[in-house]
């Protein structure tokens, strides 16, 4: 399967611990996005990669998320210090620069007790 | 700021039949694109269909097509010969394309379309 992958599908954790995500976007694609999406909602955008180089963050994020993607492959996303509303489906998206069009992986489901 | 509305928090639509998923946006950008995914429970979003604002047609794809009415800043997803397998949660999007945007986009709250057999 040559799609978007994210790891694990589905996280339970209790308040306090830190939990990381994986997102690994189609081979070819330059751009890398993460978003947010709680019960009920659509997604809200993250931050956004482009090749390595994290471009743009939005202030949803806050000091408690990282992102990163190390040679421009895959990424993590880190949440450090869970707290309950962090509870959601961690969506990650890859697109190739030219057309923009984003595929998205299945998503990581985070439940913080 | 962008935004996307989607008015319908839930559609029913007979199988067979065709249905009409709202979306209007707002942007004060000349250039930008409106996309409609299609999530289901499993929670993969699945393109549809694309539209872009200078297209002078509107989009089609299958059984899918996009009736985009600019004046109005609308872009609604019409589905024709409703299938069992349609239903699913259907996103209204829409991208800015400005340079500096790295095609991000900006979703609506979603519509949870039910398909009856």
């Known amino acids: 399967d040559t799609g978007v992958s994210q790891d694990p599908r589905h996280k339970i954790t209790k308040r306090g611990q830190n939990v990381t995500f994986r997102c690994d976007p189609i081979?070819?694609?330059?751009?890398l996005y993460w978003y947010r999406q709680t019960l009920g909602q659509g997604p809200e955008f993250l931050t956004y990669?482009?090749?390595?180089?994290?471009?743009?963050k939005s202030r949803l994020l806050s000091d408690r998320f990282s992102a990163e993607r190390p040679k421009g492959s895959f990424s993590t996303l880190e949440i450090q210090r869970t707290e309950q509303g962090d509870s959601a489906m961690y969506l990650c998206?890859?697109?190739?620069?030219?057309?923009?069009?984003?595929?998205f992986g299945e998503g990581s489901r985070l439940t913080v007790l | 700021a962008q935004k996307i509305t989607q008015t319908q928090p839930g559609m029913f639509v007979q199988e067979k039949e065709a249905v009409t998923l709202d979306c209007t946006y707002d942007?004060?950008?000349?250039?930008?694109?409106l996309f409609w995914y299609k999530q289901p429970s499993s929670g993969e979003m699945i393109f549809l269909i694309y539209?872009?604002?200078?297209?002078?047609q509107n989009a089609t794809e299958g059984r899918y097509s996009l009736n985009f009415q600019k004046a109005r800043k609308s872009a609604n997803l019409v589905i024709s010969a409703s299938q069992l397998g349609d239903s699913a949660m259907y996103f209204c999007?829409?991208?800015?394309?400005?340079?500096?945007?790295?095609?991000?986009?900006?979703f609506g709250e979603g519509t949870q379309l039910t398909v009856n057999p």
């Open positions: 998206a890859s697109s190739p620069v030219l057309t923009g069009e984003l595929f």
């Open positions: 081979s070819e694609h330059n751009r």
């Open positions: 990669f482009q090749n390595e180089a994290q471009l743009e």
């Open positions: 942007t004060s950008d000349p250039s930008y694109g």
């Open positions: 539209q872009g604002s200078y297209d002078q």
């Open positions: 999007a829409m991208r800015d394309d400005k340079e500096t945007s790295g095609s991000r986009l900006t």
